[in-house]
């Protein structure tokens, strides 16, 4: 399969825990963007990268959340100190460049307890 | 008010019904993207226009950027096109989504 892999699909932790989740895009996209959906609403933006730099964020992205990727390949997603609120499934989505469809990952599922 | 509306929030209708959900954005796009999500989160993308209508088997997107409206059709609906339906708009440059709060449709056979 070379569809948009996420990893974990499913994450419980206590509040105060740190989390990191993984994204691996397809591999010839070199755009890929992180959303946050939670309950009964639509996806939200984060941030995104083109190559390995992060182009741009959303001012819900808060000090206690970093992204990264490193060789402009799979890309990483930390929350710090996580909080209720927290809880949400993140999605990973890629892009081709000069295309303008996203390829969504399946999610990540968080739960803060 | 959200930059993309979608109306209605929840659809409930019988097999074999014409379906119509409506998105309204108000900020200029270079393209609305209609996708599907179905239980456990995955995101399919539907399509992608920005002009005219697009025909996908029985699922039909059309958009009018004057009124800066979309209409999304399902014919002969059938139990398995039940999900959720989100619009989604893409500006030039950075190109990420911004979403519509979605719709729930749910097909009763």
């Known amino acids: 399969d070379t569809g948009v892999s996420q990893d974990p699909r499913h994450k419980i932790t206590k509040r105060g825990q740190n989390v990191t989740f993984r994204c691996d895009p397809i591999s010839e996209h070199n755009r890929l963007y992180w959303y946050r959906q939670t309950l009964g609403q639509g996806p939200e933006f984060l941030t995104y990268f083109q190559n390995e730099a992060q182009l741009e964020k959303s001012r819900l992205l808060s000090d206690r959340f970093s992204a990264e990727r490193p060789k402009g390949s799979f890309s990483t997603l930390e929350i710090q100190r996580t909080e209720q609120g927290d809880s949400a499934m993140y999605l990973c989505a890629s892009q081709e460049s000069l295309l303008n469809e996203q390829f969504f990952g399946p999610g990540t599922r968080l739960t803060v307890l | 008010k959200n930059e993309v509306e979608q109306s209605p929030q929840n659809l409930t209708a019988q097999e074999g019904e014409f379906i119509t959900i409506n998105c309204s954005y108000s900020v200029g796009i270079s393209a609305l993207h209609w996708l599907q999500q179905h239980p456990g989160g995955g995101i399919v993308s539907l399509f992608m226009l920005s002009s005219g209508k697009k025909k996908h088997g029985r699922l039909i997107a059309t958009i009018n950027i004057q009124e800066k409206h979309s209409s999304l059709h399902i014919t002969a609906s059938h139990p398995r096109d039940s999900a959720v339906y989100i619009c989604?708009?893409?500006?030039?440059?950075?190109?990420?989504?911004?979403f519509g709060q979605g719709t729930r449709l749910t097909i009763n056979p």
């Open positions: 989604a708009v893409s500006g030039s440059g950075a190109q990420k989504l911004v």
